[in-house]
T-cell receptor, first 117, second 115 residues
Framework: GAVVSQHPSRVICKSGTSVKIECRSL??????MFWYRQFPKQSLMLMATSNEGSKATYEQGVEKDKFLINHASLTLSTLTVTSAHPEDSSFYIC?????????????FGPGTRLTVT | AQSVSQHNHHVILSEAASLELGCNYS??????LFWYVQYPGQHLQLLLK??????LVKGIKGFEAEFIKSKFSFNLRKPSVQWSDTAEYFCAVNAYSGGYQKVTFGIGTKLQVIP
């Protein structure tokens, strides 16, 4: 159980276009989903916390107008990178937290490799 | 702000050697502690976690970790590593900050086990 999927796994887009990444909890409900960005040889950097039915909470330094997050249901959150630039190329990982708040566990998706040319 | 330090960035061990990966965090409040593992080509998986109670927690695949509150540490150990333990290991801390919870990850430690 506790599987999180991401789609697509890899995407290449041209500079100036927008890209949408989906994160789904497949066998559990997630009131909270997290979006991370991972740079080479660095740790996961939390970008935003997304709660179902409300606006996402962005970390300091993350542009909310550039990285649009929508958490429309208990099993789906999307991250849209708008007007992508080469510096947005990175590995984006989502995670989901089970509705059982006592557990505080996060289950991670496999990540999406974004390359902006 | 909370932070997590993993002191060993790259560790190389022979099979059957003992492993200890250091993790220290800075946060004065209540924390939940985790170790995640990422095998080559796979996504992050939970190895073990600490919420409360016995500070020595046991996880999957023979791993354990000890929470030492006075040292703000949560070191990961395994008495005898195997080649299949080759992976990247991340320590993470969940803390309450500014009214909401936030998980902070360490930079990760790459473990290479030589047969």
């Amino acid at each position: 159980g506790a599987v999180v999927s991401q789609h697509p796994s890899r995407v290449i887009c041209k500079s100036g276009t927008s890209v949408k990444i989906e994160c789904r909890s497949l066998d559990f409900q997630a009131t909270t989903m997290f979006w991370y960005r991972q740079f080479p040889k660095q740790s996961l950097m939390l970008m935003a916390t997304s709660n179902e039915g409300s606006k996402a909470t962005y970390e300091q330094g993350v542009e909310k107008d550039k990285f649009l997050i929508n958490h429309a249901s208990l099993t789906l959150s999307t991250l849209t990178v708008t007007s992508a630039h080469p510096e947005d190329s990175s590995f984006y990982i989502c995670s989901a937290r089970d509705v059982d708040l006592v557990r505080y566990e996060q289950y991670f998706g496999p990540g999406t490799r974004l390359t902006v040319t | 702000a909370q932070s997590v330090s993993q002191h060993n960035h790259h560790v190389i061990l022979s099979e059957a050697a003992s492993l200890e990966l250091g993790c220290n965090y800075s946060y004065g409040g209540t924390v939940n502690l985790f170790w995640y593992v990422q095998y080559p080509g796979q996504h992050l998986q939970l190895l073990l976690k600490y919420f409360s109670g016995d500070p020595l927690v046991k996880g999957i695949k023979g791993f354990e970790a000890e929470f030492i509150k006075s040292k703000f540490s949560f070191n990961l150990r395994k008495p005898s590593v195997q080649w299949s333990d080759t992976a990247e290991y991340f320590c993470a801390v969940n803390a309450y900050s500014g009214g909401y919870q936030k998980v902070t990850f360490g930079i990760g430690t790459k473990l290479q086990v030589i047969p």
